[in-house]
């Protein structure tokens, strides 16, 4: 089981950056995958970004390539979103998650409650 907790939104300009955290509660978070999903208003949940057990591979949505980076501190149970160049269309509540491994056999099984982020133009 692993519960986890999202930080780090706000409203920021149109260019900025901003940083959100999740914790992860448990002594299992370097056995999950972690991910980054988005949701915007009249929209469905879009994938964001993700980042193996170790760190070492990360995978990243179109939309936010070059500008988005995935971190994890293992030793934290801490999974990063380092968010630079913030464009309006970026404003979304933004969600971690978790999942075992990759491949369609393995759902995100936990979700965070969700930090909502605004970008203003």
């Known amino acids: 089981q692993l519960q986890l907790v999202e930080s780090g939104g706000g409203l920021v300009q149109d260019g900025g950056s901003l940083r959100l955290s999740c914790a992860a509660s448990g002594r299992t978070f370097s056995t999950y995958i972690m991910g980054w999903f988005r949701q915007a208003p009249g929209k469905e949940r879009e994938f964001v970004g993700d980042?193996?057990?170790?760190?070492?591979?990360?995978n990243y949505a179109d939309s936010v390539k070059g500008r988005f980076t995935t971190s994890r501190d293992n030793a934290k149970n801490t999974v990063y979103l380092q968010m630079n160049s913030l464009k309006p269309e970026d404003t979304a509540v933004y969600y971690c998650a978790a999942k075992k491994s990759y491949g369609s056999r393995y759902e995100w099984d936990y979700w965070g409650q969700g930090t909502q982020v605004t970008v203003s133009s």
């Open positions: 980042i193996s057990w170790s760190g070492s591979t990360r």
